[in-house]
């Protein structure tokens, strides 16, 4: 070949280039976002500031010692915490408590009475799961769920005797605490 026909094959491989360039540059921007190569700007990582880390909630203590054995009901009142025992003394459930404003002694009480419908507490509050065991000062203490959910402390002035807790507690304790099934209160 001479001289100048190898100038000319440069320039046409250049242009050939330059053409799959601009061709492949097409192809990648009309493809669908299944096969086209990442943008790298849009695969760069948006980091939002680092949250701190919750503290893991603490396992619930054990059933209190001087609790008594087989099947019962244990209600800590400074725990605020009611544990479900069965026979073989496996807790099946705990959970906590918001308690009344008149507490039973510390004692062994027996479930006296179960009321499923809902009905007005003794603070106004729409209840149900009503599961009672003890008599302070004339006022039935028992415990309940609202049925709205809600968990507030009672009013102190007012004689009140619901032990509250959530509604999936409720249904657990309206389940397990039949008539005559101990109720533990422990200080």
């Not at 025992?85 to 507490?103: C, I, W, Y």
């Not at 032990?163 to 101990?182: E, I």
Request: aromatic share 6%.
């Amino acid at each position: 070949m001479a001289r100048g026909s190898s100038g000319i094959v440069a320039g046409l491989t250049a242009a050939a280039l330059a053409v799959v360039g601009v061709l492949a540059y097409q192809a990648s921007a009309n493809a669908p976002a299944s096969v086209a190569a990442p943008d790298p700007k849009a695969s760069a990582p948006v980091t939002a500031p680092a949250k701190p880390k919750k503290k893991e909630p603490e396992a619930p203590a054990a059933v209190p010692a001087n609790s008594g054995t087989g099947k019962r009901t244990v209600y800590a009142l400074g725990d605020r915490r009611v544990w479900l025992v069965d026979e073989n003394e496996k807790v099946l459930r705990t959970f906590e408590v918001v308690p009344s404003a008149l507490s039973p002694a510390p004692g062994t009480y027996l479930v006296s009475s179960r009321g499923e419908e809902p009905t007005k507490g003794s603070d106004g509050v729409m209840i149900e799961h009503v599961v009672r065991f003890a008599l302070v000062d004339g006022v039935t203490v028992g415990f309940s769920s609202a049925v709205d959910g809600s968990m507030k402390a009672p009013d102190p002035s007012l004689k009140t005797g619901g032990v509250r807790m959530s509604r999936a507690d409720g249904n657990a304790l309206w389940n397990f605490a039949w008539n005559r099934t101990s109720v533990v209160v422990v200080p």
